[in-house]
């Protein structure tokens, strides 16, 4: 009896340990296969034509130029919508709102970032696409900035619950001191806890940027899908093609192991290696911020 | 004097500024689900919801869509829900801070942070094409298992956080052994919150269309999957292939199934506040 007890306790706490470890297999083996399906693009395609300007696979032309402009056009785009009005929400939420407000807008932001990408393009292009057309005199709605406005709705709910973690985490007794010396809320929110959470902050815009940079189904929908160079300050008005929609527009109708699949897969492999880079310097902000509060207050 | 005036009408001033921000960031959500409530209501009818579609999927019902939504979601659950609390109970209750540990954070971060699509890429070369499952239910459920795993795992973690220590101690005091200490009393108590975190992530599963783009999703099949090894139509998918793939398509059909995907989605966002709710009001400690 006692002996059975500690051998099942024994497989048990194997099985969690191996849990535990499998988030890093699963990081591990998603690299693994992004490089196996993606590297031999680069010895397929010489490097000159994956930076040129063209992206038509029918006639091999795999230049990627169009697809990372129009990825960072409408991440552009979507960080300028969702830095001001999800630090903005995150303020009013932590700093501002009494507390059933509070109780309203918390669930409701997180409703936001609960609806299905797959729904917000949809009704981009319903209602959002014809009437940027017709308010801006467009030839078509479907654009960058179809795309950078929704995005930046999705990324929203990212920066909100960030930012307004690290508001929260900004000692009372910051706000209390300002306070005391006479300042006002407004001046306190401002010159101090905002500065004191500057690096939750920053995080949150990261993450949010991140969000931005990976989102497939909207953008594929109502940025209009034209592979072309988008450098000029007039293209966010005009289609553009991002790299999340090259993948999901045109892997279902590439034959396995052909060039076209392997390039497909290189880009994954951009994407990937940008989220990663991204998360990390994310979670470093938050590393070393930690690290000083730590020191002041030892 | 001329100071302290301007400074407090500053403060209106901005105050006044931020809150419209926090107006214009969530009444669009409330509008966007008042308005596909009030179009795609007309839609909604027993022939649509369990019917098949006909007609180039022009009319009849979007049943397939639905079966096959409930069934990633079943099927997401059943590999992500046991590994991601299995990892949380290990970063909760046995890993201490060694690199190690911190190597297995950082991983979760970053799964958290790959693009939906990429973890389309990732499942359509390990599941379909290497473990040669095809373009199956099975295989588009175990990718989206991965993608959910990092937000169960957190809540979860946290959660268990939560149970004070002493719980523990006086567990382990009464001759409990570790497991036991935690099976029984640790994982008794944080349950909610671990289930509130299982529904948010399973939410995000059920919604998203990328990573079964070339998994598991079909574009039409007249009758529904008989195997996990059978492909299957899913929610977001075909409201993706009506709205953009499909010519002439009714209006009508397109808000109805919206409709049924944003109240699948809804119901279980609701599900997780009411649990976490009700379970705060419970808490005695």
């Known amino acids: 009896m006692e002996k059975s007890l500690t051998w ?141 406005l ?18 929260d985490a900004v000692p009372r007794a910051y706000r209390e001191g300002a306070w005391a010396l006479g300042a006002t809320r407004w001046q306190t929110i401002w010159r101090v806890t905002l500065p004191a959470a500057k690096s939750g902050v920053l995080t949150a815009i990261m993450l949010g940027v991140g969000r931005a940079i990976g989102e497939t189904m ?16 007039g293209s966010i008005f005009s289609p553009v093609r991002t790299m999340t929609a090259t993948i999901a527009a045109e892997m279902g109708e590439v034959a396995n192991g052909s060039t076209h699949y392997h390039v497909l897969f290189f880009i994954g492999m951009v994407l990937f290696l940008i989220s990663l880079g991204v998360n990390i310097a994310a979670s470093s902000v938050v590393f070393r911020a930690k690290k000083r509060a730590e020191r002041i207050l030892s | 004097m001329k100071l302290s005036i301007n400074r407090h009408f500053m403060q209106r001033l901005g105050f006044t500024g931020i809150t419209l921000m926090a107006v214009a960031t969530v009444t669009p959500i409330i509008a966007v689900v008042i308005y596909i409530l009030a179009q ?27 079966v096959g939504t409930l069934y990633l979601t079943i099927g997401t659950a059943i590999f992500s829900v046991p590994l991601g609390i299995a990892a949380a109970i290990y970063l909760a209750e046995y890993a201490s801070d060694t690199p190690l540990t911190r190597t297995i954070r950082i991983a979760i971060i970053n799964l958290a942070g790959i693009p939906s699509v990429v973890y389309g890429l990732f499942g359509l070369g390990l599941f379909v094409l290497f473990l040669k499952f095809g373009t199956s239910i099975i295989a588009a459920s175990l990718t989206l298992s991965i993608m959910t795993l990092p937000v169960i795992i957190s809540t979860a973690e946290e959660s268990l956080r939560s149970v004070p220590q002493g719980f523990r101690t006086v567990s382990i005091s009464l001759g409990a052994t570790r497991w036991q200490t935690i099976r ?10 671990i289930l509130t975190g299982v529904i948010l992530g399973l939410e995000r599963a059920a919604g998203e269309t990328a990573p079964i783009l070339f998994t598991g999703a079909a574009f039409f099949l007249p009758r529904l999957p008989n195997s996990p090894f059978d492909a299957t139509m899913a929610l977001p998918y075909h409201l993706f292939v009506i ?43």
Do not use: C
């Not at chain 1, 040129?52 to 919508?81: K, M």
């Not at chain 1, 990212?158 to 307004?164: D, F, I, K, N, P």
């Not at chain 1, 909207?218 to 300050?233: F, H």
């Open chain 1, 8 to 148: 099942r306790e024994f497989i048990i706490t194997r099985l969690i340990q191996a849990s535990g470890y499998s988030a890093i297999l699963f990081v591990a083996l998603i690299f693994f296969f992004l490089l196996r399906e993606g590297l031999p693009a680069l010895w397929e395609v010489k490097l000159s034509d994956l930076f040129a300007v063209r992206w038509y696979p029918i006639e091999n032309h795999f230049g990627l130029l169009p697809l990372l402009t129009g990825s960072l056009i409408v991440t552009i785009g979507a960080t300028l919508v969702a830095v001001p009005f999800g630090i903005g929400t995150a303020v009013y939420i932590s700093e501002i709102a009494p507390r059933w407000m509070r109780e309203i807008l918390k669930p409701l932001v997180e409703l936001l970032g609960g609806l299905p990408s797959v729904v917000l393009g949809f009704l981009g292009i319903l209602l959002l696409s014809p009437f940027l057309r017709v308010f801006l005199d467009l030839p078509t709605g479907l654009t960058a900035l179809a795309g950078s």
């Open chain 1, 150 to 167: 929704l995005l930046g709705g999705i990324a929203v709910p990212t920066v909100v619950s960030v930012a307004e973690d690290a508001l």
């Open chain 1, 218 to 233: 909207t953008v594929m929908m109502v940025t209009g899908n034209a592979p072309v160079l988008a450098i000029k300050l």
């Open chain 2, 40 to 66: 795609g209501l007309p839609a909604i009818s027993t022939e649509f919801l369990t019917g098949f579609p006909h007609d180039g999927m022009r009319a009849g019902g979007i049943l397939p869509a639905i």
């Open chain 2, 184 to 193: 029984r009393i640790v994982l008794k108590e944080a349950l909610p919150g």
């Open chain 2, 243 to 285: 709205s953009t793939q499909v010519p002439e398509m009714p209006i009508k059909i397109q808000y109805g199934t919206a409709l049924v995907l944003l109240a699948f989605v809804l119901t279980m966002n609701l599900i997780a506040t009411v649990i976490r709710s009700r379970a705060r009001a419970k808490r005695q400690w």
